[in-house]
């Protein structure tokens, strides 16, 4: 059976975390660099219907599409990658294709048959991999399947890939991602890691086309004709993948490793062009070629996992980039912030940025931490509840209302400057059901936030249920602090700044979620470019 659509599998073995995210961006980079419509898709074993009501601690940053899903964060990258947005189709859980098939079943949809894993949730999975090709028209679309194969939870995906190979035979290979680790006592790389996790592969019927090896040193040609031999692999399907400085380098070692060659040689696509990566390594130039630094404090309560402000982080790079700039980052835990000690914890630093999240654990820091920028003129960029803590002090210690607060903390506050949405108020369910996805906001002309955006109206991702509570808004803005964006449908304060200082500015709104290395994000871009202008 011949199809149009080309599929590529991304499994991983021997360990999670090995990079498939980054490795299958990388490739579906180099295939759109030669004039392939591609795009990735991620496949999470686990049983919750999304992201959303996983703590960042389980998952890393949840992230969110345009069209309001709630992900995975490798979408992500795939985003800042290909510069191509992805949507609710580009991230599918267990949960998702469990709910679906009890649904079908509630509705006798199978006729009164017994409903098993194969064939009606493996069904499931292949119709999800092939919704994309219907939505999009695309060329190829890599899969990548979440977890390590072996995994209780990934079988079935497994199985569905097995099955998927046979039904469109020539359309279809696997890429499986190893680790060949590097045993310092014995001062050599060991293959047999990467063997067993393809024998692993194999039981469940599965020949991988393509091993990526994850290694801190070179794979030398012994090596790689040695677990060539073992996997049933050409030796030229054995692709290095090393430890790179930066996770922007990936696309270009890939393309040494020839591994988008071998991939269409596979797939009997042609070549087309050579990829045209200009941007790309003139990107990675600026990067690796700052001609100034600066410090800024990113202040959050998940500061021990990095992943949980992947996107953030991110953006900071590309808008350093952006700049010729290197921004170093100080990590900040909003809850050994006191009042005590923020002089002594925010020393040093050029700006400061105030992390979203949610909750009470961590709040009394950041806004400790937004008092302390204010007041010594420090440039500031609040993102969500970190534009709601501005808030909450400013309405504190400018206007005098102590008892102001959000009510997602105190919902007896007698000041509640932060208030549940109106459409919230209703709500039970705790999945799915925020203020999710682009909506339009109206920037007002004279502002830092039209500065940036040089345009009077902007589209940005949410995720919250709490908003500025616009009853007290003309309060705010006779003490000075401004809504600078405001969203047309609905008059939500979207932005909020106080225009007599060097550059302070809060958004309800995520700018992390659309910056890409093609399009650094316009906020981060005029952030960074204040930090440096106000270090001066």
């Not at 990934?154 to 696997?174: K, T």
């Not at 002090?393 to 919902?411: L, Q, Y």
Request: proline share 4%; hydrophobic share 35%; with cysteine.
């Amino acid at each position: 059976m011949s199809n149009s659509t080309k599929y590529i599998f991304v499994t991983g073995g021997v360990a999670s975390s090995l990079g498939k995210g980054i490795i299958s961006a990388s490739l579906a980079k180099l295939l759109q660099a030669r004039g392939y419509s591609t795009t990735i898709q991620k496949l999470d074993p686990y049983i919750n219907i999304d992201p959303g009501t996983l703590n960042p601690y389980e998952h890393g940053e949840c992230y969110v599409t345009e069209d309001g899903a709630e992900t995975d964060l490798d979408l992500g990258h795939y985003e800042r990658f290909l510069n191509v947005r992805t949507s609710q189709a580009n991230n599918v859980t267990t949960g998702r294709i469990y709910q679906s098939v009890i649904n079908k079943e509630r509705k006798g949809d199978y006729l009164g048959k017994t409903v098993q894993v194969i064939p009606h949730i493996t069904d499931e999975i292949k119709e999800n991999i092939q919704q994309l090709s219907k939505e999009g028209n695309y060329d190829i679309i890599i899969t990548e399947i979440g977890g390590t194969v072996g995994d209780i939870e990934s079988l079935p995906y497994v199985e569905a890939i097995r099955q998927m190979r046979w039904e469109f035979e020539d359309d279809c290979i696997v890429i499986h991602l190893t680790l060949v680790p590097y045993l310092a006592a014995a001062g050599e790389l060991k293959t047999k890691p990467t063997q067993h996790a393809v024998k692993q592969l194999l039981e469940y019927g599965v020949q991988p086309d393509i091993l990526c090896c994850r290694t801190e040193h070179e794979l030398d040609l012994t090596l790689r004709k040695k677990i060539a031999k073992f996997c049933n692999v050409v030796p030229e399907a054995v692709i290095e993948s090393r430890d790179a400085a930066s996770i922007y380098d990936v696309p270009l070692l890939m393309q040494s490793e020839e591994l988008d060659e071998i991939v269409l040689k596979k797939l009997g696509l042609s070549r087309k062009s050579v990829p045209n990566l200009d941007s790309w390594k003139s990107f990675l130039h600026n990067l690796k070629n700052p001609t100034s630094e600066i410090t800024i404090g990113l202040v959050g309560k998940y500061v021990e996992l990095k992943d949980a402000y992947k996107s953030i982080s991110e953006a900071i790079i590309h808008g350093g980039t952006a700049n010729l700039c290197k921004v170093n980052v100080k990590w900040i835990h909003s809850e050994k912030i006191t009042k005590g000690n923020v002089d002594e914890q925010l020393s040093g630093l050029d700006g400061v940025l105030v992390a979203p999240g949610f909750g009470a654990r961590g709040i009394t820091g950041k806004i400790s931490a937004v008092r302390y920028v204010r007041e010594n003129n420090i440039p500031f960029l609040g993102i969500c509840l970190g534009m709601q803590c501005a808030v909450i002090e400013f309405a504190r210690h400018v206007i005098g209302w102590d008892d102001a607060h959000t009510v997602e903390i105190s919902p007896e506050s007698k000041r509640p400057v932060i208030s549940l949405m109106e459409e919230q108020k209703n709500i039970s369910d705790m999945g799915g059901t925020m203020r999710l996805g682009a909506y339009k906001c109206d920037l007002k002309s004279d502002s830092k936030i039209y500065d940036a955006y040089n345009r009077e109206i902007i589209h940005e991702r949410h995720r919250h249920r709490f908003e500025f509570n616009s009853e007290y808004l003309k309060d705010f803005e006779k003490h000075g602090m401004i809504a600078t964006g405001i969203n047309p449908e609905t008059s939500l304060v979207e932005v909020v700044e106080i225009p007599d200082h060097p550059w302070f500015v809060g958004v309800q709104f995520h700018p992390e979620y659309k910056s890409t290395v093609d399009e650094p994000h316009p906020l981060f871009t005029a952030f960074i470019k204040a930090v440096m202008d106000n270090k001066k």
